[in-house]
């Protein structure tokens, strides 16, 4: 896909993107929260820092995984982890893995209980840890990404900056980056394309997510990944935006009727480990691991990948939903002529320039230098 070259800047008047979000004053209600956490960590029990082997025990870990009740965790991360890496370090490893939004830990605070070793191994959705680093969720804006191989590229292009971003500011070794079937809108009623959601009420999941449903005249609606068909149901949103697949897994095609193919976002997700816990693991255990975790994410991006398209087709009921799925039987809204210079135009007038006054000079630079050029896309910042 070849773009010609567009510049972005900050709109006349748009403050000073240096005031990023990372106020005192956020961290500091921040820190004043995070006993209580910690003791909430404490209690659950399940993501103390990594067990020490004595002699010939095994090195036993603690994995926090993915969203619970999807294919990604229920197919891939849970065998990986209770199965295979078993199998792969000769029984030296074993783990046992949880799923971050069951363990009653805050997913956007999962970086800083990383950096901590309260959480020695875990996933972090880029979507929701990036309220307070911006910077993070460059890879997943959404409208940026609009089909999968536009989401390899960029993800390929950006991979180096982000573990090193991860290293230095939250003491964390990136270890994957998972991607998630392409999140597209459901709704209750029909709509004409992303033009047609306004004035409605959206679930987004992330600050660019709503903000895109804000530059739409869309009204957004913050909420969990687990609260989604509650909302729903209750009257509480009239559209939902997530995954194909995951969507039709949670039951959102039997309480919508309308859904869109237009990938809005893909929710990535990074796996990564303390960097102390990471370092107290043998070397070559860590090889195994990094081997094993290596494949894991080869099989998460196929399935997203895959499941994509076998999530529309189950949610719309089409004879290519594979066994396991709930067929449904949505309408699918087809893509006008102009979808694609729309989803364009939104990306380089509000998602871009919002993202960047959020962000700050530092994140104009990581653009252009990382995935911009790909797109054809300058940020400015003054």
């Known amino acids: 896909m ?61 994995i926090l995984g993915g969203l619970a ?13 209770e199965q295979r890496i078993e199998q792969l370090s000769g029984g030296r490893v074993q783990a046992e893995i949880h799923a971050f939004d069951r363990s009653g830990l805050p997913g956007q605070e999962m970086l800083q209980l990383m950096r901590l070793g309260v959480v020695p191994f875990g996933t972090a959705l880029l979507a929701l840890v990036s309220a307070d ?17 536009a989401l390899r590229a960029t993800v390929a292009a950006y991979r180096g900056h982000l573990a090193a971003l991860l290293e ?11 991607a998630y079937p392409a999140q597209v809108v459901f709704c209750k009623t029909g709509f004409d394309g992303l033009r047609g959601l306004a004035g409605r009420r959206v679930r987004t999941s992330s600050v660019g997510q709503s ?21 729903v149901r209750a009257g509480m949103v009239d559209c939902a935006i997530t995954g194909t697949m995951s969507g039709n897994e949670i039951g959102l095609s039997g309480v919508t009727a309308y ?14 480990a303390n960097l102390s816990a990471w370092e107290a693991i043998p070397a070559d255990l860590r090889a195994v691991i990094q081997r094993g975790v290596a494949e894991l994410e080869r099989q998460v991006w196929d399935a997203a990948d895959r499941e994509t398209a076998e999530g529309l087709a189950c949610d719309t009921g089409s004879e290519a939903c594979g066994p396991g799925h709930k067929p ?13 210079a729309e989803r364009r135009a939104l990306l380089v007038n509000a998602v871009l320039p919002n993202w960047l006054q959020r962000c700050g000079p530092d994140c104009a630079a990581a653009w252009n230098e990382t995935v911009g050029p790909g797109f054809g896309i300058v940020l400015r910042a003054p």
């Open 2 to 62: 070849v773009y010609q070259s567009t510049s972005v800047s900050l709109p006349a008047g748009a403050a000073d993107p240096r005031r990023r979000v990372r106020e005192p004053a956020r961290m500091s209600r921040h820190v004043a929260t995070f006993c209580m956490r910690l003791w909430l960590a404490f209690c659950v029990g399940c993501f103390l820092p990594v067990a020490g082997a004595a002699g010939d025990e095994p090195i036993r870990l603690k």
């Open 168 to 178: 230095q500011k939250f003491h964390i070794k990136l270890l994957a980056i998972y």
């Open 328 to 340: 449904g039987a949505m309408t699918l809204v087809q893509p006008s002529a102009r979808a694609e």
């Open 133 to 149: 680093e911006p910077e993070l969720n460059l890879v997943d804006l959404p409208a940026l990404n609009p089909d999968m191989p």
């Open 211 to 231: 903000e895109l449903m804000s530059a739409l005249g869309a009204i957004p609606v913050l909420t969990p990944f687990s609260d989604i068909v509650p909302s």
């Open 69 to 81: 009740g999807v294919s990604q965790y229920e197919r891939l991360e849970k065998p990986f982890w």
């Open 259 to 272: 859904i869109s193919p237009i990938a809005i976002s893909w929710g990535l997700s990074i796996f990564g």
